[in-house]
């Protein structure tokens, strides 16, 4: 805010000040009216220059001062000594601050009405204001009438009208109902409002429901002729009017408490942990809804700080600003696009954290990539041994199969002797080969886990070590990839076990966790297993693939426990 | 005797039925997958049906659906299961319901043609087969041999026929001993592991499999 802008507001409140008072010289109004009213007046139009001088991309600066400008002459107009051409300009500039005011309340922070209702409610208010006044100014009730609208010296008028009160009473009723509207539409701002705009908006708005209150009152005082309300309502008008620029200022107030100084931003920064520059710049720019979006131009993508995808559009609910040359940008709540200089000045602080950022982001989408590739190698090798046990399956043992039978027909024909001998000799050798070709086959990929499952597989597989197995898991299916991981490590720990462990037992559970599958094969062996291993390296990368998580506990003496988890999802 | 046989692989099944006819065995058809063999067997009403487990679509347990659909469609004919797995749990699969007349071996003893007629005369018979292999296995299981310290070494011959499905008097053939003998051995086995004596006599095999497969 410039120097000069407050000059100018205070030199504005003089001048109106002064003028109120010389004219209330000649009206005799009583001092308290002249207080209040050259007051509210005077603060308006010096608060609204200011705004506008502070902030001449708001147009609530024009706004505010062109309220208090009609403020000022309906209320100078008023004191003007009686004239046709005093009552002519004045009476249609009584209720027009009135629709400035709701103008600018709706408009309020930007200036500007967005909303189409919105718009067409401020479109009818100002109509209803400069209208109501025209049957008065052209005609008069009919004269013998007690409770009427008294005549108006105007320059257009042009005689008695009979209807005249059945038209005020019309415009009163409008008036409520434009009053309820007003109402409603402020509620609803404050409902819509993003959490940002909310906490700056609550001041005027709470001011403006009074405002709008009072002025439903006002109205029904009117239709209904409660003349001796007229008085104190006359005082919550001007509450109401004072109300605005305290709320104003107010809103001003908190938003600057919750939007910090850029400075502490830079403070800020140097401490801050990889991703946790969009929560700084949340909290500067007070915007807890503000996206942050790193531009990678070896992909052409945005990604969030995590490095994962997303759009940045412009929406009528979220602006975007950018920082830097194809490096970042913000994606906030429009209310902040008119606090540019803000915007730009927590750019630039946060440039440097933003390339480290964005350094960070690169990675952790390359290291996403990365395990989604391991993970797919890895179900591909399973994949590639399942076609790989079938193919065993079909091609090689058949034929094996068709060899033994036709030396099965071999035999019924040759009669006992040597040749004999050798054909059985053939069989012999032929069942050692379809018995190796089984095992191979099972230990390619073991068919029994795919046809029975986790606890069936590892049953087996359990029956076949040289150390008594104790196996606890239910039945549950659990996905294949997930079975398939879970069996080969039990598989692999059963190995080490029969191989390194000297163990007397082995005790193997399954069970499901929080969608996860555990397994755990814990032996009574000499413990002190090397995790790094190939076989152990080789079961934690199979493990890790799925995301899981794979874990050795071997101390020297007591056994060893190996654990999997592995997500289900 | 009369059979059907099912297999994918068309060097099986006619090497299968030319051993078989060698042998004076009536071989009444030949099919490729389970629907094929159900209109076969459905047609011509064989004494026992020869199934591959692993058949098309899914190369995976076609074998014991279809030999579930004979059962309960064509109660009279025999199901002989071919496998290249040692798992109980397939045996276990197949003897679920009711054990007559069924049998489980290992495809490869498709070789050796004397057992494979021994074993389609017992299946025809009304007995259980269980590969004697899988058997085995199941007992040579470390972890099962405290359970089993109880048996004397005969009582474990004994079991392990058992195992195989074959009757107090097949066992008892096979080990010289009498039928009473035998039956002395078997109540004190089921005794011994704890097992239903008795009553459940046609489910035996199922026991003593589930027994040895825990």
Known sequence: MTSLSWKVGAAVAFAVGATDVVLSAYQGVTLSDLVVGTAVNAVTISAGLVVWASRPASRMGVLITVWGICGFLADTVGLLPDSRLGATVGLPLVLLPSAVYAHMVLAYPTGRLVDRVDRAAVGVIYAAALLWSLPLLVGSNPSGCTDCVPGVPSLLFIGQIGPLRTIGQGFSALFIMLGAAFVCLVVRRIRRASPGVRRTLWPLALAAVFGGAQFIARSAANLFGFASWQETLLWLDRASGVAVPIALAIGVLTTRRARGPVGNLVVELGNVEPGGVRDALARTLGDPTLELALWLPDRGTWVDERGREIAVTETPTRAVTLIGHELAAIVHDPDLADQQALLEAAGSAARLALENERLHAELRAQLDELRASRARIVRAGDDERRRLERDLHDGAQQRLLGVGLALQLVRARVPDGEAAELVAEAEQELREALRELRDLARGIHPAVLVDQGLGSAIKTLAKRSPIPVGVSADGERLPSHVETAAYFVVAEALANIAHHADAGHVDITVRRENGSAIVEIRDDGRGGADATGSGLQGLADRVRSLDGRFSVHSPPGSGTCVTAEIPCG | ?214
């Open chain 2, 1 to 214: 005797m009369r059979v059907a046989i099912a297999d994918d692989s068309v060097i099986v099944r006619e090497g299968l039925a030319r051993v078989l006819a060698d042998r004076d065995v009536d071989v009444r058809g030949l099919a490729a997958d389970a629907g094929q063999l159900l209109a076969l067997v459905d047609a011509e009403r064989p004494d026992v049906a020869i199934v591959d487990i692993r058949m098309p679509p899914t190369h995976t347990d076609e074998g014991l659906v279809a030999a579930d659909l004979i059962r309960e469609r064509f109660p009279d004919v025999g199901v002989l299961v071919l496998s290249q797995y040692t798992d109980a749990a397939y045996a276990l699969r197949l003897l679920d319901g009711d054990e007559k007349g069924r049998g489980y071996l290992l495809k490869e003893r498709i070789t050796a043609v004397d057992e494979l007629a021994d074993a389609l005369e017992r299946i025809h018979a009304g007995e259980c087969v269980i590969e004697p292999e899988l058997i085995r296995a199941l007992l040579a299981n470390p972890a099962r041999s405290d359970r089993l310290a109880a048996l004397t070494p005969r009582e474990r011959d004994v079991l392990a026929l058992l195992a195989e499905g074959l009757t107090d008097r097949g066992i008892g053939e096979r080990l010289w001993l009498s039928q009473s003998t035998v039956e002395t051995h078997v109540r004190h086995i089921l005794q011994k592991l704890d097992l239903p004596t008795g009553a459940a006599h046609n489910r035996r095999v199922h026991a003593v499999l589930t027994y040895l497969d825990r």
